[in-house]
């Protein structure tokens, strides 16, 4: 799955619901998930399958707020593309 059907997917699974919800609302749900996520990496010992769903949740939060304010993330990620945007070296040497 590319990162684009990945936005795509959880646009028809939960668009409607977050739009009602807005973008401030949406936002704080993401930073909840984050915050999911930074316990369970903290948790020891790490449980891969705990670590992989909260990223998913967080990827799929990030993915709908994106959404939402009408950025594509595929097209996000292509600022990566070449390097660090601001030296365009890999690895960043600034």
Known sequence: MTIQEFQQQIEQI???RDA???VDGTFVWFIEE??????EIRREPRNKERLCAEFADV???????????????????????NGCPK???TPCIC
Do not use: Q
Request: proline share 0%; aromatic share 14%; hydrophobic share 50%.
């Open 87 to 89: 030296c365009r070296s």
């Open 34 to 39: 984050v915050g999911e996520l930074a316990k």
């Open 20 to 22: 009602e919800r807005g």
């Open 14 to 16: 939960y668009f409607d």
């Open 59 to 81: 990827f799929a939060w990030l993915s709908t707020l994106a959404s939402l304010l009408g950025i594509g993330l595929a097209d996000a990620a292509e600022i990566y593309a």
